[in-house]
C-alpha cells in the first residue's frame, strides 16, 4: 500500500505560480509513474501531467503544455507540479496518483490517489 499526500494548493491571481508537492510513502518510489489530475466542480476528472519512473519521460495535457511542469525528486520519494500562468480555469481539486504501468492519460493506470489540494485561481 502506498500512501500519496498533496501540499501546496492555494489562492493565487491570474497569471501567478504554485508548486504542488506530492510526497508518497514507499522504499519503492522508483517502481511508480506519478501523475496528476484534476476536476473541477461539476465537471469530469481531468489528465494534467504525467512522469515516467526515471524522470526521463513528461506527458502533459493540452490545456496545461506549456505552462506546467511536472518533475520528480527519487531521493525524496516526491514528485512535483510548477504551474505557470495560472488562469481561472485551473481551479480545481489537484490529485496526486501512482501507479506501476507506464505513465499515461487514463486514470486507471494508476493504483494510489492522495486526498486532493485545491486550487483557486482569481480573475
Known amino acids: 500500500q502506498v500512501q500519496v499526500v498533496e501540499s501546496g494548493g492555494g489562492l493565487v491571481q491570474a497569471g501567478g505560480s504554485l508548486r504542488l508537492s506530492c510526497a508518497a510513502s514507499t522504499r519503492t518510489f522508483t517502481n511508480y509513474a506519478m501523475a496528476?489530475?484534476?476536476?473541477?466542480?461539476?465537471?469530469?476528472?481531468?489528465?494534467v501531467a504525467a512522469i515516467s519512473r526515471t524522470g526521463t519521460?513528461?506527458?502533459y495535457g493540452n490545456s496545461v503544455k506549456g505552462r506546467f511542469t511536472i518533475s520528480r525528486d527519487n531521493a525524496k520519494n516526491t514528485a512535483y507540479l510548477q504551474m505557470n500562468n495560472l488562469k481561472p480555469e485551473d481551479t480545481a481539486v489537484y490529485y496526486c496518483a501512482a501507479g506501476r504501468s507506464i505513465p499515461g492519460t487514463s486514470a486507471g493506470l494508476y493504483d494510489y490517489w492522495g486526498q486532493g489540494t485545491q486550487v483557486t485561481v482569481s480573475s
Open 36 to 47: 496528476w489530475f484534476r476536476q473541477a466542480p461539476g465537471k469530469e476528472r481531468e489528465f
Open 57 to 59: 519521460a513528461t506527458y
